[in-house]
């Protein structure tokens, strides 16, 4: 069964990156896309971005100009690097594995996030 | 850029009652919707995936139907594990979530 692992430091200063590893076991990063979510204390959740296991991405235009998602094969892990953090990127940060289900003769394409790890609080503040 | 609202953004049950969520969309986005449940403290866990499939694991009493902006999430009879905040997810474009409706205890 897999099973997601955040982890990463819990207080960056204002300005900096935050910098977040998840670790995937009890299965293969290979073959999926995998996502970062985000949730601010007391407020929804906002989906950041994904990776492919190959590499490619697709991010939040929100936040692309600062997000840099990234996979290790090697280590069954992906990443994620937020620049230029500010107070508003204090949230709780989950990593997600994301399937691609395809139904019907044209070949429709549905994505959810079946797989979650338990998150892990950020908080930037200096 | 897709919006999505939910309602009502909170409600009050008891244990046994019929529970019906609203999902509405900006566009039309088909079927391309999903459904969380988020307990205080934990991860997201899905419920429903295409608007209407069910999950594995989750419990029949869970069940998701619409198409094109306007969706719904029915527990049959609300049991005491299911209190929680529900999120609605579309994945037409990008992967935006609903602002949430948080279920209590009447």
């Known amino acids: 069964q897999v099973q997601l692992q955040e982890s990463g430091p819990g207080l960056v200063k204002p300005s900096e990156t935050l910098s977040l590893t998840c670790t995937v076991s009890?299965?293969?990063?290979?073959?999926?896309?995998w996502s970062w979510i985000r949730q601010p204390p007391g407020k929804g959740l906002e989906w950041i971005g994904y990776?492919?296991?190959?590499?490619?991405?697709n991010y939040n235009p929100s936040l692309k100009s600062r997000v840099t998602i990234s996979v290790d094969t090697s280590k069954n892990q992906f990443s994620l690097k937020l620049s230029s953090v500010t107070a508003a990127d204090t949230a709780v940060y989950y990593c997600a594995r994301r399937i691609t289900m395809v139904r019907g003769v044209n070949y429709y394409y549905y994505y959810y996030m079946d797989v979650w790890g338990k998150g892990t609080t950020v908080t930037v503040s200096s | 850029d897709i919006q999505m609202t939910q309602s009502p953004s909170s409600l009050s049950a008891s244990v046994g009652d019929r529970v019906t969520i609203t999902c509405r969309a900006s566009?039309?986005?088909?079927?391309?919707l999903n459904w969380y449940q988020q307990k205080p403290g934990k991860a997201p866990k899905l419920l429903i995936y295409?608007?209407?499939s069910l999950q594995s694991g989750v419990p029949s009493r869970f069940s998701g139907s619409g198409s094109g902006t306007d969706f719904t999430l029915t527990i049959s009879s609300l049991q005491p594990e299911d209190f929680a905040t529900y999120y609605c997810q579309q994945s037409y474009s990008t992967l935006g979530f609903g602002p949430g409706t948080k279920v209590d205890i009447k």
């Open positions: 009890g299965g293969s990063i290979s073959s999926y896309y």
């Open positions: 295409a608007a209407s």
């Open positions: 566009q039309s986005i088909s079927s391309y």
């Open positions: 990776i492919y296991y190959s590499g490619s991405t």
